[in-house]
């Protein structure tokens, strides 16, 4: 175990419904992080936080809204997305959002939108 | 901007044998490289971190080379086992290592056959 643990682990939506997915790290870190990984593309960062401020974000679409309420819980709200946002949403955390620290991540939530 | 490519997409071997992953980057401006491992269902594990000033770093059967001024980095199993089936990804930390953003390639899948 890797102490990120990420639910629901498979989750099928239509197109207007709204969804959270949810992350929760157990290792005492500040940093977390979104990645999206779609059946042909590399894993894409989508968001970081840092003591619960977001640093990054990678251009995502606005139909995706991150929720950082403490350093060891983060949300990925979701509406309105498009068959082309089915893909495997992982989540990560690490000691600080510095690029020294190694990441840990968790087992992921599969995503369907029909 | 930064392109991580890893050849070859999938790789399948008898037990036994001694194999070689490589990655590539376009940007050597990194500030360190990691080999990760994916399970199904499982997310992703760091199998090893090399700094841009590092060379090689080992890990019980697995070494990972790295040279920074061509752009390559290679991962070197040894003996490989059954239990060594998963893609392996590469991915780079760009810059400065300001930020954990890492830049993915799209993995090599491997399967080691009994």
């Known amino acids: 175990e890797t102490g990120v643990t990420q639910t629901p682990r498979h989750l099928v939506m239509g197109m207007t419904n709204k969804k959270s997915l949810k992350c929760e790290q157990h290792?005492?870190?500040?940093?977390m992080y979104w990645y999206k990984q779609s059946a042909k593309k590399p894993l894409e960062l989508m968001f970081v936080?840092?003591?619960?401020?977001?640093?990054e974000n990678n251009s995502v679409p606005s139909r995706f809204s991150p929720e950082c309420p403490n350093s060891s819980h983060l949300f990925l709200h979701l509406h309105t997305l498009q068959p082309e946002d089915s893909a495997l949403y992982l989540c990560?955390?690490?000691?600080?959002?510095?690029?020294?620290?190694?990441?840990?991540f968790g087992p992921g939530t599969r995503l369907l939108v029909l | 901007k930064q392109e991580v490519t890893q050849i070859p997409a999938a790789l399948s071997v008898p037990e036994g044998e001694n194999l070689v992953l490589n990655c590539s980057f376009t940007d050597s401006a990194i500030y360190n490289l990691q080999w990760f491992r994916q399970d199904p269902g499982k997310g992703l594990t760091s199998l090893l971190l090399?700094?841009?000033?590092?060379r090689e770093q080992t890990s019980g059967r697995l070494n990972a080379s790295l040279d920074k001024s061509s752009g390559r980095s290679t991962l070197y199993i040894a003996a490989s086992q059954p239990g060594d089936s998963a893609t392996y990804l590469c991915?780079?930390?760009?810059?400065?290592?300001?930020?954990?953003?890492?830049?993915f390639g799209q993995g090599t899948t491997l399967q080691v056959k009994p």
């Open positions: 991915a780079v930390t760009h810059g400065s290592g300001n930020t954990g953003k890492l830049i």
């Open positions: 290792l005492g870190h500040n940093a």
């Open positions: 990560a955390s690490s000691r600080s959002d510095r690029g020294s620290e190694t990441q840990y």
């Open positions: 936080y840092n003591f619960k401020e977001q640093t």
């Open positions: 090399i700094q841009s000033s590092q």
